[in-house]
């Protein structure tokens, strides 16, 4: 079903604006947007330990696979 209305209708300027001239809006690349990979960066934090909700959201999905795979293998010797 065609929309009649729909090829009238202009299109928003955010989808347009870079339709004109695109080579004038490109914007340079600063020189400190990617690191120097001959020096090594000297970090000297130590890295943080995982934090209390990762360690619940891994257990809790831990338990729930074991928890299917228990099931399955219910299922799988009423079959048999």
């Known amino acids: 079903m065609a ?3 729909s090829p009238n209708r202009p299109l928003p300027e955010s989808l347009t604006r870079f339709l ?3 080579a004038s809006q490109v914007i340079p ?3 400190h ?5 001959d020096k090594p960066e000297t970090n ?3 890295p943080s ?4 909700a990762m360690r619940i959201f891994l257990a809790w999905a831990l338990a729930y696979n074991v928890l299917g795979f228990a099931i399955i293998v219910l299922l799988w010797r009423s079959l048999g």
């Open 33 to 37: 947007a990617f690191p120097r990979l």
């Open 20 to 22: 004109s001239d695109p």
């Open 3 to 5: 929309d009649h209305a």
């Open 44 to 46: 000297k934090r130590r």
């Open 49 to 52: 330990p995982p934090n209390r």
């Open 29 to 31: 690349l600063q020189a």
